[in-house]
């Protein structure tokens, strides 16, 4: 049942995590149509499905990694008790989302930041697909950018590391990153009243109760283990 609600929560993550998809995406979705030659913008579907599975399975790996790393610590130290410590710190940043996602608190934007000396290295490998020569050029540009420091990856990487494996962790962020493909979709430019309706203040602050409620009925899962 846990494994259940911890994809739910992912897949949950990425859709109400609209608002701050068009934030931290705008600048990377006009990088992205400006390099689709103008004789392909009939094919931009293509494109967009292309790059977005490079990003998802980005997501599924980092999944894995984070997933099996966590399995491994738990085996080898504390065992549940390790997971129920991971579960609540699971809670707390489903809470820090949920303030960061209504424009609450902005606490989420430091852990972004401890991304960034790794994306100073990748960000000038995507420049070496663009433009693009077909569609297949955007998949390793949307890998790449699956790397993008972002407060609302991170939180549903701790989802991948109470998975209890790797390949349960790959699934929690394939999940997630489904959850956000309507908002990248909608970014780039097939679905403009939906990224409208995304974007709007109500819906954002709607996501960001959701998500508070969700991380304090994970801090009450956690808790009720310890007692």
């Given at each position: 049942?846990?494994t ?42 293509a ?30 130290s504390?065992?549940?008790q ?65 790397w ?15 998975s ?41 602050k ?19 283990l310890?007692?």
């Amino acid at each position: 049942m846990s494994t259940q609600l911890d994809a739910w929560a992912a897949l949950l993550i990425g859709f109400l995590g609209a608002g701050h998809c068009i934030a931290m995406c705008g600048g990377v979705a006009a990088a992205f149509s400006m390099a689709i030659p103008k004789t392909h913008r009939r094919w931009q579907w293509a494109y967009l499905l292309s790059y977005n599975a490079g990003r998802i399975l980005s997501y599924s790996l980092a999944g894995a990694l984070v997933g099996g790393v966590f399995a491994s610590i738990a085996d080898v130290s504390m065992g549940k008790q390790a997971l129920t410590v991971l579960r609540l710190l699971t809670g707390v940043m489903m809470i820090l989302l949920g303030l960061y996602l209504a424009r609450w608190w902005f606490f989420l934007l430091h852990l972004e930041k401890l991304g960034n000396g790794l994306w100073r290295h990748l960000k000038p490998l995507a420049a070496r697909f663009i433009p693009f020569k077909s569609p297949l050029a955007a998949f390793p540009f949307g890998m790449i950018w699956g790397w993008l420091p972002c407060g609302l990856v991170y939180s549903a990487l701790t989802w991948s590391a109470v998975s209890g494996g790797a390949l349960e962790g790959a699934r929690v962020m394939a999940l997630f990153g489904l959850g956000t493909l309507p908002t990248l979709l909608a970014l780039g430019g097939l679905a403009g009243q939906l990224r409208h309706w995304l974007n709007h203040p109500r819906f954002r602050k709607f996501s960001g109760m959701l998500l508070i409620l969700y991380g304090l009925f994970t801090l009450y899962q956690a808790a009720s283990l310890i007692y």
